[in-house]
Each structure stands twice: as C-alpha cells, then as structure tokens.
C-alpha cells in the first residue's frame, strides 16, 4: 500500500519560512518523479514544483521561483520543500505526489498522493 505523507506545514507570518516533508513508503521511491502542489480555498489544486527522479532536475510555479526549494532524499524516501519569504498568497493546503508519466503540470499525471498539510501565512 502507498502511503505518502506530509508534514511540517503551521502558522508563520509572512516572510518566515517552513520546511515541509514528505515521506513515502509502499513504492520504489527512487524512480518516481515527484511534485508539490497546494489548494486554496475555492481554487482550483496547482502545481507549485516538481523533481525528477534523480533530482536532477526541478521545475517551479512562476509565483515561487526563487523562494521555494524542491529536493529529495531518495535514501531516506522523502521528499522535501523549502518555503522562504513567505506571503499570505501561500496559504494553502499543500500536498506531495507521485507519478510515473512524462508530464507533470497537472493533478491527473500523478498516481498517489498525501493527505495534505497545512500552510497559513498570517500578514
């Protein structure tokens, strides 16, 4: 059974940071492309970064390009995001997933999700 969870999402005022995490178990981690993406309510999901499965190469929202860091550890089968500066736009519920497919852009290329954390940034 896949199992991804996330963690490390809370309350910070806008321009502190967060780190979440996702652990993944029940799938060969290491070959599995990865993305985060967040949900606001009344929005629709979007993605917010992407990485390869070597980590080789990533992928951001235009909205989180240079504060946020998508990186993975593919010993420890997790996956991670660095959120920096952040702002009050940021406040979502942010979910891990997995998927094997080419593309990556949207909610249907992935195969396995998280339950979701949540991040509120406070102005």
């Known amino acids: 059974q896949v199992q991804l969870v996330e963690s490390g999402g809370g309350l910070v005022q806008a321009g502190g940071s967060l780190r979440l995490s996702c652990a993944a178990s029940?799938?060969?981690?290491?070959?599995?492309?990865m993305g985060w993406f967040r949900q606001a309510p009344g929005k629709e999901r979007e993605i917010v970064a992407r990485?390869?499965?070597?980590?080789?190469?990533?992928d951001y929202a235009d909205s989180v390009k240079g504060r946020f860091t998508i990186s993975r550890d593919n010993v420890k089968n997790t996956l991670y995001l660095q959120m920096n500066s952040l702002k009050p736009e940021d406040t979502a519920v942010y979910y891990c997933?997995?998927?094997?497919?080419?593309?990556?852009?949207?909610?249907?290329?992935?195969?396995?999700w998280g339950q979701g954390t949540q991040v509120t940034v406070s102005s």
């Open positions: 029940g799938l060969t981690f290491s070959i599995y492309p």
């Open positions: 990485i390869t499965w070597t980590g080789g190469n990533t």
């Open positions: 997933a997995a998927g094997r497919g080419s593309r990556y852009r949207f909610p249907v290329d992935y195969d396995y």
